[in-house]
Nanobody
Framework: QVQLVESGGGLVQAGGSLRLSCSAS????????MGWFRQAPGKEREFVAA????????YYGDSVKGRFTISRDNAKNTMYLQMNNLEPEDTAVYYC?????????????????WGQGTQVTVSS
C-alpha cells in the first residue's frame, strides 16, 4: 500500500501561487494514477486534478482549468500541483490520492479514507 503525505500549503494573497507536493512511500508510484482533491469548510470534497501513471494524460476540474497544473516525478516518488492565479475560492484542505484505476475515473471514485491534507488559504 502506498502511503501519501501532502505538503506545501500556506497562506497566499489572491493572484499568488503555491506548489503542493505529495510524497509517496511504501511502494513506487510508477503504476498508479494519482490525483488531487480539496475540501472547503462546509462543502463537499471536490476533484481538482488527476494524472496518469506515465504522466502523459492529465485531467482537471472545471474550476481550476487553466490555473492549476498537475505533474509527477516517478523517480522521486512525488506528485505536484502548481497553483497559479489563486482565488479566495481555492481556500481548502488539499488531499492527494493514488489508485490503480485510470486517472480519468478519479472524479467518480469514492475513496474510503483520506490523509491529513495540507491547508491552502487565499486571502482577498
Amino acid at each position: 500500500q502506498v502511503q501519501l503525505v501532502e505538503s506545501g500549503g500556506g497562506l497566499v494573497q489572491a493572484g499568488g501561487s503555491l506548489r503542493l507536493s505529495c510524497s509517496a512511500s511504501g511502494r513506487t508510484i510508477n503504476n498508479y494514477a494519482m490525483g488531487w482533491f480539496r475540501q472547503a469548510p462546509g462543502k463537499e470534497r471536490e476533484f481538482v486534478a488527476a494524472i496518469s501513471s506515465s504522466g502523459i494524460s492529465s485531467y482537471y476540474g472545471d474550476s481550476v482549468k487553466g490555473r492549476f497544473t498537475i505533474s509527477r516525478d516517478n523517480a522521486k516518488n512525488t506528485m505536484y500541483l502548481q497553483m497559479n492565479n489563486l482565488e479566495p475560492e481555492d481556500t481548502a484542505v488539499y488531499y492527494c490520492k493514488a489508485d490503480s484505476r485510470p486517472a480519468r475515473s478519479f472524479p467518480k471514485i469514492d475513496f474510503p479514507s483520506w490523509g491529513q491534507g495540507t491547508q491552502v488559504t487565499v486571502s482577498s
